[in-house]
């Protein structure tokens, strides 16, 4: 290659370099990059998304105060065996690895003679017809952090069944909504 000829080549791509500076530098002041564009044209996005209505439908759970005057004692029996690893029911009996449930209908929450987590422990309602419909859902819904570790009852049957046999064991059975 003569040197003429790399010169030449040598000016080409110099002066592609240029152009492509010079191009650059016309495209900024035109555009200008350094304006601030991010909210040029703001679009409002929802804050409601798809996990969040989840959550909201989760949450809706349904009554039992209807269905507790027709509720089947004995089946509630059967959906009772779920607790006793973890809770009697007889009067004056001890604790499990739950509090004793004797008399829990319309019994203060979380007030017992037991170990309650901080959660339960600072309950200060009552355990009524639909606060232990609530509860036996999900129980980690209702109390989170609670120690009871058990999934919960999502038939609606069986939490009504359950707390009407609930309710029989007790001196004074609270009277039926
Ligand atoms: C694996 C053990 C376990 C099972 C199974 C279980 N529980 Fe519990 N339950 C607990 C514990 C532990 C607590 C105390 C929770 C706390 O302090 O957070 C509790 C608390 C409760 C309370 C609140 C009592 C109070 O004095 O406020 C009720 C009501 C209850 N359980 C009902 C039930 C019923 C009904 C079932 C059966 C469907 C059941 N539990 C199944 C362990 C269990």
Avoid at 46 to 56: D, G, I, Q
Wanted: hydrophobic share 40%; proline share 6%; net charge positive.
């Amino acid at each position: 290659m003569d040197a003429l000829k790399f010169n030449k080549i040598a000016a080409a791509v110099l002066s592609g370099i240029l152009l492509i500076m010079i191009f650059g530098k016309i495209g900024n002041i035109l555009v200008n990059p350094n304006t601030d564009v991010s909210n040029a044209y703001p679009i409002e996005v929802p804050e409601t998304n798809l996990t969040k209505a989840k959550e909201v439908t989760e949450v809706i759970i349904e009554p039992i105060t209807a269905l507790l005057a027709a509720a089947n004692v004995e089946s509630g029996l059967k959906v009772a065996k779920k607790c006793v690893a973890c809770h009697g029911f007889e009067a004056g009996g001890p604790n499990k690895v739950g509090p004793n449930l004797y008399d829990i209908v319309n019994k203060e929450q979380g007030k017992a003679d037991y170990a309650y987590s901080k959660v339960l422990a600072s309950l200060d309602g009552k355990w009524t017809y639909e606060e232990l419909n609530k509860f036996l859902y999900k129980p980690k819904l209702y109390s989170k952090g609670t120690k009871m570790n058990y999934a919960g009852l999502s038939k609606v049957k069986d939490r009504a069944n359950l707390i009407a046999w609930l309710r029989t064991k007790s001196d004074n059975p609270a009277p039926l909504p």
